[in-house]
């Protein structure tokens, strides 16, 4: 415990050093800082408001002995927030007063939660109103239903039914262990290519950019044996990307905390299915992928996170964004209204998000980089990606691309 202050709640003095020292009647613990030990911000308002590593009362919040304890966080140790007011409010996996399985009532006594076993809400609330499965399905037993769906062909893409191509045949265990044994997309051949300095370019100089690079460099090689991997860049087309993510998350559950979400809309997608019906319906539009209706159902991304590019590397890019287009208040207007919302208030709405996205710079602003990594089982490839040059323009040389991305590289080269 903190020593108490010998001026008790007559204490003038407010800068976080003395708080962080000494205890004072009447007041509470800190919020614990969100950015913990790479804090930089040193002012006494920041300082006497939140908690660091060192301050002696940077664990005494909820959740502490004598305390009430907090509701388990719905989404257990898959939550990405680190905001104060979430972590006071809610309990996570090593905190003393985390449930990890709360009280479940049986299904005699309450309605079944349309989610079952999938349901992430793990409140008392909820749980207490709603019945779930008793026996929750765990992570090999998932894998193993999975496994037993392809071996009985009913293993198919979300997208399926749209499109007259059939899926391909799932990998095996063989080929999937050759394609892990030749290593990251990004850094094949093996052994002849590596992240560093260099490969870093511009990159390696920022130390947010650099650590991004690596964590998407360890998605890679960790994934390399099922997945491929694309990476599309973009900066202004954030507004656009981030109010889709934030619709999913409300209709569908999407898991906006996780990704951005570039289409959202069904729009096109029924008579563009695949990618082989867009490169026959490519030629006719002359503005290319600037046309519209390519950009309802595409997006051009690259298949290497260090490589050059002919348009977007993505090294060079990062920092500052690409953009094609600027998303303006009437696309964001129709994006709402396609939710139900009616003429007059979808405006009123599209100007208020609009705003909101100029307060905080989304897209805009200091550091407009946005970079989505982007996997897709590799048997899906092709009926899904085709190789292109700048501005859509189809590549046949990379044809089939499925071949080029499972083969020992050098890969490179748009999508």
């Not at 005494?60 to 002995?65: I, K, Q």
């Not at 999913?248 to 898991?255: D, E, G, H, I, P």
Request: hydrophobic residues 30%.
């Amino acid at each position: 415990m903190p020593t108490q202050c010998r001026y008790g709640n007559r204490c003038t003095d407010r800068t976080g050093p003395h708080r962080s020292k000494y205890a004072h009647p009447g007041t509470s613990p800190r919020h614990p800082c969100r950015y913990g030990s790479e804090c930089h911000n040193q002012s006494s308002e920041h300082r006497e408001q939140y908690a660091h590593p060192g301050d002696q009362d940077l664990n005494l919040e909820p959740g502490a002995s004598g305390t009430t304890p907090r509701q388990p966080c719905r989404y257990g140790a898959e939550c990405y927030s680190r905001s104060p007011a979430h972590r006071l409010e809610y309990a996570h996996a090593g905190d003393t007063d985390f449930d990890s399985d709360p009280v479940v009532p049986s299904a005699a006594s309450s309605w079944p939660c349309r989610y079952g076993a999938d349901c992430y809400d793990r409140s008392p609330a909820h749980r207490n109103k709603y019945a779930h499965p008793q026996a929750h399905c765990s992570k090999t037993d998932r894998e193993t239903q999975i496994k037993r769906s392809v071996s009985q062909g009913s293993c198919r893409s979300v997208w399926a039914t749209d499109s007259a191509v059939p899926d391909p045949d799932p990998m095996t265990d063989a080929e999937i262990k050759e394609q892990a044994n030749l290593g990251a997309q990004t850094l094949r051949p093996r052994g002849s290519f590596a992240m560093n300095d260099a490969s870093l370019g511009r990159v390696a100089a920022d130390a947010h950019a650099r650590h991004c690079f690596e964590q998407m460099m360890k998605n890679e090689k960790r994934m390399c044996g099922e997945w491929a991997v694309f990476y599309h860049s973009y900066n202004s087309a954030a507004v656009l990307y981030e109010l889709q993510a934030a619709v999913a998350s409300v209709l569908f559950r999407f898991k906006s905390s996780y990704a951005t979400l570039p289409r959202l809309l069904r729009g096109n997608f029924p008579s563009i299915p695949d990618a082989l019906t867009l490169e026959k319906m490519w030629p006719t539009w002359p503005d290319k992928d600037h046309s519209p209706i390519f950009k309802s159902v595409a997006i051009c991304a690259t298949t290497s996170l260090l490589r050059p590019d002919p348009e977007a590397t993505p090294t060079e890019w990062f920092l500052k964004g690409y953009a094609a287009s600027v998303p303006d208040t009437a696309l964001i207007e129709g994006l709402v209204q396609s939710c139900g919302v009616e003429p007059g208030l979808a405006h009123i709405l599209a100007t208020k998000i609009q705003a909101t996205f100029v307060e905080f710079n989304v897209g805009a602003g200091g550091r407009t980089g946005h970079i989505l990594q982007i996997f897709m089982k590799r048997h899906l490839v092709d009926k899904y990606v085709y190789a292109a040059l700048p501005y859509g323009v189809p590549d046949p040389s990379r044809a089939p691309l499925g071949e080029h991305l499972n083969g020992p590289g050098p890969i490179v080269g748009q999508v």
